[in-house]
């Protein structure tokens, strides 16, 4: 699950892949850390962040359904320091969210 990868300097880095691709045709579904959402349904998606989160956690998100009205629920959490709903607004686009503080929250990686 963590894989280090390493560079021709001598560094190396540490990175986390989600264990599985999370399959979604419903109209919202609950994530849970360090998973990988391909969002396929026929109408748009609510992604509900995690509540309980440590430094580090991540979600990836696909929208392979071709809407530009999916939703990313906060949870209580800040995205990138604010306290907004993230509107998905492109499609075919993968993102990943990484969990940072709680002043900042998620950020997009």
């Known amino acids: 699950f963590p894989v280090t990868i390493p560079f021709a300097d001598g560094t190396t880095q540490t990175t986390k892949y989600p264990l599985a691709i999370n399959v979604v045709n419903t109209l919202s579904v609950d994530a849970i850390k360090d998973q990988h959402y391909l969002l396929t349904g ?3 998606t609510s992604v509900t962040l995690p509540a309980v989160v440590n430094v580090g956690d991540f979600i990836m998100i696909s929208v392979e359904n071709g809407l530009l009205t999916n939703v990313i629920l906060r949870n209580g ?6 306290s907004d709903n993230v509107t998905l607004d492109i499609a075919n686009v993968t993102v990943q969210l990484r969990y940072i503080s709680s002043n900042t929250g998620w950020i997009v990686t």
């Open 77 to 82: 959490h800040k995205i990138k320091g604010v």
């Open 42 to 44: 026929a109408g748009a």
